[in-house]
């Protein structure tokens, strides 16, 4: 065999070597990064939604699926969120970008009560 390397052979050491380094660094002490933010859903039907509370990560964004046959809406007077009156199969989505425990209420319905915790 000559000192040659094979065709790639240089750039398959290459791209090992920092695969191995990005291990290391996962290894030892790196903060892993947060939760990815997601999608989540909250379903109303019979009179409550479910579930609650949700917890989700900061950054995620809720959407509540009316499923029941008469309407109702998502009131969160924390963060001044108010949704439009849902009809059955309507939706409404709001992100959360900070954490915290946030209650809401339907404004049709007020002993209607759900809760999203926002970690």
Not at 59 to 80: A, F, K, R, Y
């Given at each position: 065999m000559t000192?040659?390397?094979?065709?790639?052979?240089h750039a398959r050491r290459s791209l090992?070597?920092?695969a191995l380094?990005?291990?290391a660094l996962a290894l030892f002490g790196v903060p892993a990064r947060k939760a990815a933010a997601e999608t989540k859903e909250v379903i109303i039907d019979n009179f409550s939604f479910s579930p609650s509370p949700l917890i989700i990560s900061t950054?995620?964004?809720?959407?509540?699926?009316?499923?029941?046959?008469?309407?109702?809406?998502?009131?969160?007077?924390?963060?001044?969120v108010k949704s439009?009156?849902?009809?059955?199969d309507d939706t409404f989505s709001f992100q959360f970008d900070k954490p915290g425990t946030?209650?809401?209420?339907?404004?049709?319905?007020?002993?209607m009560r759900g809760q999203v915790m926002v970690m």
């Open positions: 000192g040659t390397s094979e065709p790639g052979g090992l070597r920092r380094g990005g291990g950054g995620s964004t809720v959407t509540w699926l009316n499923q029941d046959d008469i309407p109702h809406s998502v009131v969160c007077p924390v963060l001044e439009q009156t849902l009809d059955t946030f209650d809401y209420i339907c404004g049709l319905h007020p002993h």
